[in-house]
């Protein structure tokens, strides 16, 4: 009796797990995720998308996680071949009726000074703080490296800032 009782549970779970998202106003913060690191990167990326389901813009100025020092928010685009990353110091504005997709290759989230290795299976907590909205408590899930298509360059490869 217990096995199928086991199973229903793990079968719950997944699902919640898969459609983890965030509310803050009329702001909606789906699935945030990040990537394995190798045990000596000092450095990880998160993403995200959101939703702005309201009438005024919402500006993404920030934010942390407790696996790092530093929160940054990035874009990256490729000149000549070569990644360029740098850095978006007023932040990320998401229009009324707009949708932001922070991913690998262009904007996203970068965490410096990471305090041990960003492990699969292992979600962290995370805040991300917007003008509007204020301060809203999320969770990182981490895939594995490779588990989602690759643009055409990761954020983080062949890298010149």
Known sequence: MRLPIAIVMAI???????AHDFKAGDLVIDHPWSRTTPPVAKTGAGYVTITNNGTESDTLVGGSAEISGGFELH???????V????????????APGETMTLEPG???IMLTGLKGPIRESEPFAGTLVFEQAGEVPIKFVVEGFGSRPEPEADAHEGLQQ
């Open 106 to 108: 262009g904007t996203h």
């Open 12 to 18: 719950a779970l997944a699902g919640a797990a898969a």
């Open 83 to 94: 990644a360029k990353m740098r850095p978006l110091t007023e932040g990320v504005t998401i």
């Open 75 to 81: 874009t990256s685009e490729i000149v000549d071949g």
